[in-house]
Nanobody, 114 residues
Framework: QVQFVESGGGLVQPGGSLRLSCAAS????????MAWYRQAPGKQRELVAG???????NYEDSVKGRFTISRDNAKRLVHLQMNNLKPEDTAVYYC????????WGQGTQVTVSS
């Protein structure tokens, strides 16, 4: 059974930084494209950043230059480094497959507020 456990969220002031981590129990993890998603209150879940098994990355326009996705295949971890956070980044953040979606984890809450 595939499971995702997200961590690292919290309350941060505008301009601050957070690093999210996701532990993924996915078979053949090293070749699976992974992604971070987020869902703000009253909005649909959206893709934030993706990374292929080989490390190619892509980002949603509003986070380009501020967020960096990375992966540690040996530990089956996916990270999201978030810098220069803005109030509009407030959401619950989830990780999952980029091309194949499995059951969602609980996510981790990120709140950007002064």
């Amino acid at each position: 059974q595939v499971q995702f456990v997200e961590s690292g969220g919290g309350l941060v002031q505008p301009g601050g930084s957070l690093r999210l981590s996701c532990a993924a129990s996915v078979n053949l993890f090293s070749i699976v494209a992974m992604a971070w998603y987020r869902q703000a209150p009253g909005k649909q879940r959206e893709l934030v950043a993706g990374i292929s098994g080989g490390g190619t990355t892509n980002y949603e326009d509003s986070v380009k230059g501020r967020f960096t996705i990375s992966r540690d295949n040996a530990k089956r971890l996916v990270h999201l480094q978030m810098n220069n956070l803005k109030p509009e980044d407030t959401a619950v953040y989830y990780c999952n497959g980029r091309l194949n979606l499995w059951s969602w984890g609980q996510g981790t809450q990120v709140t950007v507020s002064s």
